[in-house]
């Protein structure tokens, strides 16, 4: 089986890796696309005037994130989160029953800029990491291996933040808020691919977390 997971920060802005899972088999090439996921920002949700309308929301398995404070449960995080798309999220489970629709912990992503403060020299910005991080962590989780474009950028690689508009700043590459350079730090060293694939088409290989051994 495969996954296809799309992690959204604005609307039209994406970027993409692809999840293997076989039984043992161990053969990955043939495996029907079995399902996609959307990663969406609660800024997204909460803003975009045809979240409720758009088919684009209404297929695969949504999973909404939403900045907290360090470390914030549930509670603390639901009385004050980063955008309030608490209603939004009840109109579309109202019009959209059926539709897997997921809210990720709060928790989860301070977690995971633990982790990446462990592993890196120098001190980083208390900001959480991307969309596209915690999507390929969240990908590691569901599958025995995720295969990655462009977050660890190809030869074509270049300053346009999306690719609808002409706006251009390396910061969308290396990072201003969120602690980029460190993720794709850390996304290189557990590539289990060849320096070739990155530098021809932006690929990195990695295990999922039921494959790795420590």
Not at 68 to 74: C, E
Not at 78 to 103: G, H
Not at 116 to 136: C, R, W, Y
Request: glycine share 4%; with cysteine; charged share 20%.
């Amino acid at each position: 089986m495969r996954y296809l997971l799309f992690w959204y920060g604005l609307p039209h802005s994406y970027s993409q890796c692809v999840c293997h899972w076989t039984p043992a088999s161990g053969i990955f090439e043939n495996e029907p696309l079995l399902s996609l996921l959307l990663l969406l920002l609660g800024k997204l949700v909460t803003t975009e005037k045809r979240f409720l309308k758009d088919s684009l929301y209404t297929e695969g398995i949504l999973i909404v994130w939403d900045p907290s404070v360090y470390h914030a449960d549930i509670p603390k995080w639901y009385q004050k989160p980063d955008y309030n798309f608490f209603e939004t999220y009840k109109s579309y489970r109202r019009l959209n029953p059926s539709q897997p629709f997921y809210i990720l912990k709060p928790q989860m992503p301070w977690e995971l800029w633990d982790i990446i403060q462990e592993i890196s020299a120098d001190l980083i910005q208390p900001n959480p990491p991307s969309s596209g991080m915690l999507g390929i962590i969240i990908m590691m989780t569901l599958c025995d291996q995720v295969d990655i474009y462009e977050f660890l950028p190809s030869k074509r690689k270049t300053d346009v933040c999306y690719y609808h508009q002409k706006f251009f700043d390396s910061a969308c590459t290396m990072g201003a808020y969120h602690p980029l350079l460190f993720e794709k730090n850390m996304v290189k060293h557990l590539n289990e691919g060849t320096d070739e694939d990155i530098y021809l088409f932006g690929k990195a290989t990695l295990s999922g977390f039921r494959n790795i051994r420590c």
